[in-house]
């Protein structure tokens, strides 16, 4: 049971270039979401999901957008990446109905030069 | 919106000894859950103890238990018996019950705790 899968874990950008980051779960979750984490800041939400179809922005939604055509994958989109999207990056899922506890993936350290 | 403010950056313990992490939030909220979350150097974030708002009973696991203090909206965490194992940053997070935004984790700046040998 591979739970939460990030990929990449690392990745350097030029400013203005745009990817993706990747985020799968095998776990059938309803819930899944996207943080940031910055020193001193711990995570702040960016995006997250309740099921396929259906995206709401979090904290810090700008830079990014979201879509979830499946239960399994959530990928994030940074449109053009700028300096200060430089940060990890974190999926998360959750099954709203079994329990609280939220899977989070190994992250990805993303710095944008 | 709910805050949670760790106000101990860093912290440090002696191997065998109990250390004592610092948490309180802001809500109005009354139903919810309060987490501690470990984040070893391996950057795998780990659920460590978890307390219902609606529970007295502070929540305990092995070494790990909490002090839950609802009317000041404190949420400690005490590590017995350290081990430098236990080095790591810790997350204090807060998620609110019963809403349609998903139930999303609010968390603290952390705490980067070294045990030492």
């Known amino acids: 049971n591979a739970g939460v899968t990030q990929t990449p874990k690392f990745q350097v950008l030029k400013t203005g270039q745009s990817m993706t980051l990747q985020c799968a779960q095998d776990m059938n979750h309803e819930y899944m979401s996207w943080y940031r984490q910055d020193p001193g800041m711990g995570l702040r939400l960016i995006h997250y999901?309740?099921?396929?179809?259906?995206?709401d922005q979090g904290e810090v939604p700008n830079g990014y957008n979201v879509s979830r055509s499946t239960t399994e994958d959530f990928p994030l989109r940074l449109l053009s990446a700028a300096p200060s999207q430089t940060s990890v990056y974190f999926c998360a899922s959750r099954n709203p109905t079994v329990n609280t506890e939220a899977f989070f993936g190994q992250g990805t350290r993303l710095t944008v030069v | 919106a709910q805050t949670v403010t760790q106000s101990q950056p860093e912290m440090s313990v002696q191997e065998a000894e109990t250390v004592t992490l610092s948490c309180t939030y802001d809500t109005s909220e009354s139903n919810y859950y309060l987490f501690w979350y470990k984040q070893p150097p391996s950057r795998q974030m780990i659920l460590v103890i978890r307390q219902e708002a609606y529970k007295q009973q502070n929540a305990t696991e092995n070494r790990f238990s909490v002090n839950f203090q609802k009317a000041a909206k404190s949420f400690s965490l005490k590590i017995s018996d350290s081990q430098l194992g236990d080095t790591a940053m810790y997350f204090c997070a807060f998620m609110k019950l019963f809403n349609n935004a998903g139930n999303m984790l609010t968390f603290g700046g952390g705490t980067r705790l070294m045990v030492k040998p």
């Open positions: 999901s309740v099921g396929a179809g259906i995206t």
